[in-house]
């Protein structure tokens, strides 16, 4: 099957792959992703050498399946490796014995799995690179994993021998809408708009997750296969996901399970105090960990507070596994139809309101190309009140260089959204409050983002812009 989407990506590995350097390019994305997939299809006819790290193995495993891959690419019987040097070394030979000028993919896949603790793989690849293959215009050396934090601490920001070494970098994001959409169409699924929208709203744009799905079925019966049933192949997936992603996950976990519990964005402060996570005991890396996988989202305050953040959760299957899937204790729900069942209640639509915010945090892009500013200088913020009780929350703020605030309000609804009175009341005193408290002089549009768009009235008037479910469905 070929690739969908990933288009860029796969132009950008063609270009490395021809480039007439030598090149060490880090490839990282959260678990599922599709990360191996993709350097498999677009380059594995290339591959000179490829291992995969072993989870949870020493040393010796990992040098045991090198030795195994060594064999495989043609390195003879490279016998038994006491240490990562000599497995390099015989590494060096395989590849010079390759004879031609094209380009030879050397593949670490999972690398932090490698770098087991006290092994030396991390010096001994740093003495690969810098000795060797630096220098030459023929090696391709793809290091490729899920532990994103691993990658950007020892690649990316190592202030040691790999300072600046890595020539090049691709984060691979979960897909789009548009490129979920896709998905679907090529794989036979006939979900129509707002159904994708609600699948992603649980599963976010996961390939694997939706390699899942079975056509013929909707929304609900697969999530209640693939999440409630009692073989439920993602029940596990929290746990997993977390323990691939970070090698002390604990603290991550507190921090997601805080920010999935109360709607909205939160301060460190509060995330100190909800977690009793103490404030030099880990917690900025941590922090610093899950935003850099993708977990969370970190917002600047807009009112300069001081040296101030929101933090929200954005993974979707995070929040939604969360929610409905882990109850404090372990515990969780044994209704295999309990989605079917729960589609549609009150809890749901509460549910789905939340959820549709997150996603359409994750198609800002989006957003301000259906608003006509894609080519404005913007930032992103989120603001909260510091006055009003209970706080009034805007989850969207797009700060733009020509002088205009959209405020961002987002509704899920099965039909186009009708403001009434006392919605539009509401409205009215958030912006209010958000002008008395920031003290923004400049012009401040109200943008709601409905499935279906509004419905004309006599309050419908009060908002300046509107965006629709299809405008977040439109490729770059």
Not at 8 to 29: D, I, N, T, W
Not at 35 to 53: D, V
Not at 293 to 314: H, T
Request: glycine letters at 8%; charged letters at 25%; one cysteine or more.
């Amino acid at each position: 099957m070929k690739i969908i989407g990933r288009k860029r990506e796969q132009q950008l590995l063609k270009e490395y792959l021809e480039s007439q350097k030598p090149e060490f390019v880090a490839v990282y994305g959260r678990r599922r992703v599709g990360k191996t997939y993709l350097i498999r299809e677009a380059l594995g006819t290339h591959f000179a050498f490829h291992l995969t790290g072993v989870a949870n193995k020493g040393k010796d495993v990992q040098l045991d399946y090198f030795a195994r891959s060594l064999r495989a690419y043609g390195g003879g019987d490279a016998g038994v490796f006491d240490s990562w040097p000599d497995a390099f070394d015989k590494l060096k030979e395989l590849l010079l014995r390759k004879i031609g000028s094209e380009k030879k993919v050397v593949f670490f896949d999972e690398i932090s799995w490698l770098d087991t603790h006290r092994s030396g793989f991390l010096s001994a690849l740093e003495h690969f690179w810098n000795d060797w293959a630096s220098s030459r215009p023929d090696i391709l050396l793809i290091a490729c994993g899920s532990a994103t934090s691993w990658i950007v601490d020892n690649l990316l920001r190592n202030t040691g021998g790999f300072f600046n070494r890595v020539t090049r970098r691709i984060e691979l994001l979960p897909f789009s809408l548009a490129e979920c959409e896709d998905y679907y169409t090529a794989n036979l699924i006939a979900y129509d708009r707002k159904q994708m929208a609600e699948a992603y709203m649980i599963y976010g744009g996961v390939p694997f997750y939706l390699s899942l799905m079975e056509s013929g079925k909707s929304v609900a019966q697969n999530t209640d296969d693939l999440c409630f049933a009692r073989n439920a192949q993602l029940k596990n997936e929290f746990s997993e996901l977390y323990a691939t992603v970070f090698k002390h996950p604990d603290k991550h976990i507190e921090i997601v399970k805080a920010l999935a519990s109360k709607q909205g964005g939160h301060s460190r402060d509060d995330i100190i105090e909800m977690t009793g996570i103490p404030s030099g005991g880990g917690l900025t890396k941590a922090l610093e960990e899950l935003e850099a996988s993708g977990f969370i989202y970190r917002y600047d305050d807009i009112s300069g507070a001081g040296d101030r953040y929101l933090y929200q959760l954005i993974d979707p299957f995070t929040l939604f596994f969360l929610r409905f899937m882990y109850v404090g204790g372990g515990k969780r729900k044994t209704n295999p139809r309990f989605w079917s069942q729960y589609t549609g209640s009150g809890g749901y639509y509460a549910w789905a309101g939340y959820a549709f915010e997150r996603l359409c945090l994750l198609h800002s892009e989006e957003i301000k190309r259906a608003l006509g500013i894609s080519g404005i200088m913007t930032n992103i913020y989120s603001w909260r009140s510091a006055m009003e009780k209970p706080a009034a929350q805007i989850d969207l703020v797009i700060d733009r260089a020509d002088g205009v605030l959209n405020l961002c309000e987002m509704k899920f609804v099965s039909q186009a959204y009708s403001l009434d009175a006392n919605e539009a009341e509401k409205l009215s005193d958030k912006i209010a409050a958000f002008r008395r408290e920031t003290k923004t002089k400049r012009a401040v549009h109200l943008v709601m983002v409905t499935t279906y768009g509004l419905r004309p009235n006599m309050h419908s008037g009060e908002v300046r812009f509107q965006v629709t479910l299809d405008n977040l469905f439109v490729h770059p």
